[in-house]
């Protein structure tokens, strides 16, 4: 092999390892099973006229992490196949951000082991707000303050490193005036798969307030026997579609009624105080098992 292709092998192989590098970097610093940092609270609520809202931020590690905090309009959503990710639109534009007058105080900070540091989130919000909720997502980024962790060295002798980073990102919500919140159920599906039933909805919210409850779902029998039950968590900013497999064993084959029941009232994570209410919502569809 002559030493010009000796070179373009070289490099070509050098270019690999260092997208590999790269990708390595960006799979730990956002796919982590382990956090070494937590806040509380998770979920942020600021009513109007008040104009300041703490956030602790607790390195439940050992190691010092350096923490820092950004601002940016986001909130929950799902793509057409119901796949839950968090909207980030650096724009600005949307007339329901708050991000641009949301700050933190001390932006950033160091965290030895075992130690919190209280946040101070201030709002500055623009004058003639019109009522209605205002959303942002506070970012929580942190790292180790040691050294890199070092990997294998490159072919050209250079000791590459990475930066583990670990992220929150935290709801936030300005709210002022009267608020009104619920949904729309625009469709319902009921499907049998092997061992589940498996269930979809797509949700539209109302009201200017985004929709905080939780969704029951029953499987009633002929008789009116109710032969499953299960609740979960329903967030709705915007749109939002929800997939739902439940396991049907021990559920004999027959014609059931699968209903659903919306409500904001028995949401256990988010303190009740914070909840916008709404009249529960109900819809249901026909399941026939073979």
């Known amino acids: 092999m002559g030493k010009r292709s000796e070179n373009r092998f070289f490099m070509k192989n050098t270019k690999k390892l260092l997208i590999k590098i790269v990708f390595l970097t960006v799979f730990i610093c956002f ?8 806040t509380s609270p998770n979920f942020l609520f600021l009513e109007s006229p008040h104009r300041s809202t703490p956030l602790i931020v607790t390195n439940t590690g050992t190691d010092e992490r350096e923490v820092w905090l950004d601002i940016k309009f986001g ?60 959303w942002a997502r506070v970012m929580v980024t ?13 072919p050209t002798g250079v000791r590459q490193g990475i930066n583990i980073l670990h992220q929150l990102s935290l709801p936030f919500h300005y709210r002022i005036g009267r608020l009104t919140t619920g949904i729309i159920v625009n469709s319902l599906n009921a499907e049998i798969a092997d061992t589940s039933i498996n269930l979809s909805m797509n949700l539209s919210k109302t009201g200017n307030a985004a929709y905080w409850g939780s969704r ?20 709705v900013y915007t749109t939002l579609t929800t997939l739902d497999r439940i396991g049907r064993g021990g559920i004999l084959p027959g ?10 009232e028995k949401r256990m994570d988010v303190n009740k105080t914070k909840l916008v209410r709404s009249n529960p919502i109900h819809t249901s569809t026909t399941l026939i098992i073979p």
Do not use: C
């Open 31 to 38: 796919n982590l099973l382990h956090a070494d940092i937590q």
């Open 75 to 134: 909130y929950e959503t799902t793509s057409d196949s119901g796949r839950l990710y968090i909207f980030i639109d650096s724009s600005g534009n949307s007339e329901l951000s708050a991000a641009s007058w949301v700050q933190g105080f001390p932006r950033r900070f160091i965290l030895g082991g075992g130690e919190s540091q209280t946040v101070r989130l201030f709002v500055s919000p623009p004058s003639g707000l019109v009522d209605g909720e205002y």
């Open 142 to 154: 942190s790292k180790p303050t040691k050294k890199l962790q070092r990997v294998e060295s490159t």
């Open 216 to 235: 029951t779902i029953r499987v009633i029998d002929k008789s009116g026997k109710t032969v499953l039950t299960k609740t979960k968590n329903t967030g």
């Open 255 to 264: 014609q059931y009624t699968v209903e659903v029941e919306f409500v904001t």
